[in-house]
């Protein structure tokens, strides 16, 4: 009872104090061997590395068996190869044989057996590194070099040919990182070159047997170069100094030589070569003066030359105050003047708007007209317009009596035109009177052509009508002066190509389409026949400064001539964009239709000569500008 | 003294016979060095054989493994450490040397047919090198035989060590590796036994080249 108490306790308190000291115990785990090598093929050391002993005390033993015999030894020596080893003396060592081999751990609770490994000694060779690496500095030619040598390590015996060895070294400068490697071969001796003067180097040797594994390195060597700079540094003083030779003279060759050089690389530029022109004048800076040099005094030709001596298309201007007048509309003269004329003329697409023609007489007349009345659309009216028409003969009077040809009011058909328009250098030293006779000449022009663009009766009345509407629908002001001066202005500068102003004219009305460039014709003179002789006036184009475009496609007809039955024959052209602008009318009732001749469109721009057959409406050849209609016109003529 | 590792075995033999005839013969520790660098080649040709065989090779295969006992060139007495060998003759060494590279050449034929239909990733590889196995052998056997019209008659003497593993290596995939391999492993080990000979044999011929052993 007390006796079996006490064994009890004991056992409990052997429990607890096993359990105090925290450690579980059991059988050990299984131990493993990490290799055998073998330094020379003629002993070999097994290690292993043992399990967690499983808190008991763990004895390790490592047992053999070689390949021919069962039977199984015990590691002869556990000691000279360190903890956890087992030596194999020459005694024991057997090569070309193999080895079974185990480690058993065992403690109080239990063993582990390691897994066995099969070893042939020759296959594990691992020699010892080569020993007495010596380093020392030689020179070959004023160059150093390192020579290495070494000895194969003491055990290894390669002298017999029992093991060879093949030898690797290593070099690098102290600073550096990398090593420089070198195999050697069977050799024991190796020259490095290439060394830098006053370095200190580093060299390992290791080796290998022919096969098996690497050695560890040797301990390392070190060597200092000794500076030898002075050799270098000659090369390099020499070299300088041929350079710098050489660089000198290029240097003076390229400055003897600099202005070719500059002509070269920088070829010089060409000057301008204008007759007349003078460099200084540009250098100035006053362009006025260069290009006033540059105009040619005697040209255009001064004013007393004889127009005769132009070649300058006559134009026989005959106005009538029938339907044959040039500005009366009529359909019927419309289509007929359309069929007829589209054989007769074609688009003058060549001669651009400096042949263009233009009736100043219907302009003035509208000038005339359109000044007694206040800015508002035109109306057509047939009444008014045969009011008109008085009005403008009678302005016609005037401007004969202002040195213009007197207009003829002979049987009711009036030869007046404008009045001969002053030679452009009068012009051109007036260029502001100009601008605004101009734009004034613009809107009667305008207003003739809406006056033409209006439907109407091929009256007078109706062209005065148009004339006055469109006079007034201008925006000048002082188109409500004096008529007279107007048209005298008009004509003074009818020669202007009022296309200008047209760019700046805003168009009058709906009735009265932009004004285009309009085109004057240039009274010459007047003949004892009554004839007027007219001479386009060319649109600017190299008369004045420069030449006019006008906005959109305009076509005015030229004044072709008036035969003997005072018919205004009007010349089938084409005018605006210096073409032919035979572009289709569409717009407003003024016409829509697009004549076999060039005729006017007020809103598109001219797309060439555009033979269509447009109903013709009732208004006349719509000249949106109120220029005569050559359809219109020789409508009436064939008529 | 020339390194030249290319020279096969009846150029070997064509050359000293010119050297003979030229009033000069090669020298043997030349010969011997040929021979050597020959039959390294040849072992590290084995050595490489065995790793890549080892790379997909079946556990099981290890365990089962023939015993190295039971090549067939085991009968032959082999020295099995430096003092044995040491002790041999010369003629006797080279006579070894023979013995058992002709001993192999029955045996590296069945390797070569069967390296053809070898169930293994490297097969080709393994093929190839099989190959080299055969070339390389074929003209180590040639120069030995010229090496041993130099030394002592006791070198012309080649023991037989027949190979009784006919053609077949195995049915199946794993006794077809095993086989191989085992073959393979006994190959190597007496490339390795070869090659120590004959550099034992170098060295001894090149006392007037201390730099060499």
């Known amino acids: 009872g007390a006796m079996m108490r006490k064994v009890i306790l004991l056992l409990l308190l052997l429990c607890f104090t096993a359990h105090t000291r925290g450690k579980l115990h059991s059988p050990p785990a299984k131990p493993g061997l990490t290799s055998c090598r073998s330094p020379e093929k003629e002993t070999f050391t097994c290690w292993w590395k043992?399990?967690?002993?499983?808190?008991?005390?763990?004895?390790?033993?490592?047992?053999?068996?070689?390949?021919?015999?069962?039977?199984?030894?015990?590691?002869?020596?556990?000691?000279?190869?360190?903890?956890?080893?087992?030596?194999?003396?020459?005694?024991?060592?057997?090569?070309?044989?193999?080895?079974?081999?185990?480690?058993?751990?065992?403690?109080?609770?239990?063993?582990?057996?390691?897994?066995?490994?099969?070893?042939?000694?020759?296959?594990?060779?691992?020699?010892?590194?080569?020993?007495?690496?010596?380093?020392?500095v030689m020179e070959d030619k004023g160059w150093p070099f390192?020579?290495?040598?070494?000895?194969p390590p003491h055990k290894?015996?390669?002298?017999?040919?029992?093991?060879?060895?093949?030898?690797?070294?290593?070099?690098?400068?102290?600073?550096?990182?990398?090593?420089?490697?070198?195999?050697?071969?069977?050799?024991?001796?190796?020259?490095?070159?290439?060394?830098?003067?006053?370095?200190?180097?580093?060299?390992?040797?290791r080796c290998k047997p022919d096969h098996?594994?690497?050695?560890?390195?040797?301990?390392?060597?070190?060597?200092?170069?000794?500076?030898?700079?002075?050799?270098?540094?000659?090369?390099?003083?020499?070299?300088?100094?041929?350079?710098?030779?050489?660089?000198?003279i290029l240097m003076w060759l390229l400055h003897m030589n600099r202005h070719n050089l500059k002509h070269c690389i920088l070829p010089p530029v060409p000057g301008p070569k204008i007759k007349g022109f003078d460099k200084?004048?540009?250098?100035?800076?006053?362009?006025?003066?260069?290009?006033?040099?540059?105009?040619?005094?005697?040209?255009?030709?001064?004013?007393?030359?004889?127009?005769?001596?132009?070649?300058?298309?006559?134009?026989e201007v005959y106005v009538r105050r029938e339907q044959e007048l040039v500005l009366e509309e009529s359909k019927d003269l419309h289509n007929s003047c359309l069929k007829s004329e589209s054989s007769t003329s074609d688009c003058d697409s060549g001669r651009g708007s400096c042949d263009s023609h233009t009736l100043l007489m219907a302009k003035c007349r509208e000038a005339k007209e359109g000044e007694r009345q206040t800015d508002r659309e035109c109306s057509p009216m047939r009444t008014e317009a045969q009011r008109r028409l008085k009005d403008w003969e009678e302005e016609a009077l005037n401007y004969a009596h202002a040195g213009i040809v007197s207009l003829e009011m002979s049987s009711g058909r009036v030869k007046t035109w404008p009045s001969v328009f002053s030679p452009l250098p009068r012009y051109s030293s007036s260029p502001l009177d100009q601008q605004s006779s101009l734009q004034m000449a613009k809107q009667l022009s305008?207003?003739?052509?809406?006056?033409?663009?209006?439907?109407?009766?091929?009256?007078?009345?109706?062209?005065?009508?148009?004339?006055?509407?469109?006079?007034?629908?201008?925006?000048?002001?002082?188109?409500?002066?004096?008529?007279?001066?107007?048209?005298?202005?008009?004509?003074?500068?009818?020669?202007?190509?009022?296309?200008?102003?047209?760019?700046?004219?805003?168009?009058?009305?709906?009735?009265s389409p932009a004004l285009h460039t309009t085109e004057y014709v240039e009274v010459q003179r007047v003949d004892n026949k009554d004839t007027l002789l007219l001479q386009p006036v060319v649109q600017g184009c190299g008369r004045m400064g420069g030449c006019f475009q006008m906005p959109h496609g305009e076509v005015y007809s030229?004044?072709?001539?008036?035969?003997?039955?005072?018919?205004?024959?009007?010349?089938?052209?084409?005018?605006?964009?210096?073409?032919?602008?035979?572009?289709?009318?569409?717009?407003?009732?003024?016409?829509?239709?697009?004549?076999?001749?060039?005729?006017?469109?007020?809103?598109?721009?001219?797309?060439?000569?555009?033979?269509?057959?447009?109903?013709?409406?009732?208004?006349?050849?719509?000249?949106?500008?109120?220029?005569?209609?050559?359809?219109?016109?020789?409508?009436?003529?064939?008529? | 003294m020339a390194h030249c590792g290319g020279t096969n075995g009846s150029k070997l033999f064509t050359m000293v016979l010119y050297m003979a005839a030229a009033c000069g013969a090669i020298p043997i520790s030349d010969l011997l060095d040929r021979a050597s660098q020959r039959s390294d080649k040849l072992h590290s040709l084995s050595t490489t054989l065995t790793q890549d065989l080892d790379s997909h090779f079946p556990p099981i295969g290890r365990v089962i493994m023939p015993r190295p006992s039971m090549c067939h060139t085991s009968s032959l007495q082999t020295p099995n450490d430096k003092e044995q060998a040491l002790q041999v003759s010369e003629s006797d060494l080279l006579s070894l040397v023979r013995s058992l590279l002709q001993a192999w050449e029955d045996p590296l034929v069945v390797l070569s047919t069967s390296a053809n239909t070898l169930p293994h990733p490297a097969q080709s590889i393994i093929s190839n090198k099989i190959q080299e196995l055969q070339e390389h052998s074929k003209s180590l056997g040639d120069g030995l035989v010229v090496l041993s019209g130099k030394m002592a008659p006791g070198a012309q003497t080649i023991s037989s060590l027949p190979y009784f593993g006919g053609n077949d290596i195995g049915q199946d995939r794993i006794s077809k590796l095993i086989n191989f391999n085992f073959l393979l492993s006994c190959f190597r080990r007496d490339s390795h036994k070869i090659d120590s000979f004959l550099k034992i044999l170098r060295c001894r011929a090149a006392k007037m080249l201390p730099e060499m052993c």
């Open chain 1, 446 to 511: 305008l207003s003739t052509s809406s006056y033409l663009t209006q439907p109407g009766h091929s009256t007078k009345e109706a062209l005065g009508q148009s004339y006055w509407d469109l006079c007034l629908s201008s925006k000048q002001p002082h188109l409500l002066n004096p008529p007279t001066p107007v048209c005298r202005e008009l004509q003074a500068h009818s020669d202007v190509n009022i296309s200008s102003i047209g760019h700046k004219r805003a168009p009058a009305g709906p009735r």
């Open chain 1, 212 to 248: 098996g594994f690497w050695s560890e390195w040797s301990s390392t060597s070190y060597i200092k170069v000794p500076d030898y700079f002075h050799r270098e540094k000659s090369t390099w003083i020499l070299i300088t100094v041929f350079s710098t030779f050489t660089f000198l």
């Open chain 1, 280 to 315: 200084q004048l540009l250098k100035n800076g006053k362009s006025n003066q260069i290009f006033s040099a540059l105009v040619v005094p005697d040209f255009p030709p001064a004013t007393s030359s004889n127009y005769e001596d132009f070649q300058v298309e006559y134009l």
């Open chain 1, 558 to 639: 030229k004044v072709k001539g008036v035969d003997s039955d005072n018919v205004l024959l009007l010349q089938r052209e084409g005018m605006g964009e210096d073409r032919c602008p035979c572009v289709e009318q569409e717009t407003n009732e003024v016409t829509g239709s697009c004549h076999k001749s060039c005729t006017v469109s007020t809103t598109q721009k001219p797309s060439g000569c555009i033979y269509t057959a447009v109903p013709v409406r009732d208004e006349m050849a719509t000249m949106a500008n109120g220029y005569v209609d050559t359809a219109t016109m020789c409508t009436l003529h064939t008529c």
């Open chain 1, 146 to 151: 390192l020579r290495v040598s070494w000895e």
């Open chain 1, 50 to 136: 043992p399990g967690s002993d499983g808190g008991l005390p763990t004895t390790h033993a490592l047992y053999y068996r070689k390949e021919s015999s069962e039977t199984v030894y015990e590691c002869p020596d556990y000691h000279t190869a360190g903890e956890n080893s087992c030596f194999f003396n020459k005694n024991d060592t057997s090569i070309w044989v193999n080895y079974n081999i185990t480690v058993v751990a065992t403690n109080a609770l239990g063993r582990a057996f390691s897994d066995p490994v099969e070893i042939d000694v020759v296959y594990i060779v691992k020699p010892n590194p080569p020993e007495k690496v010596t380093v020392t």
């Open chain 1, 156 to 205: 290894a015996d390669t002298r017999s040919g029992w093991i060879t060895l093949i030898y690797e070294l290593r070099v690098k400068l102290e600073e550096e990182i990398d090593w420089e490697m070198h195999l050697a071969g069977q050799q024991k001796m190796f020259n490095i070159f290439s060394l830098r003067s006053g370095g200190k180097y580093l060299v390992e040797v």
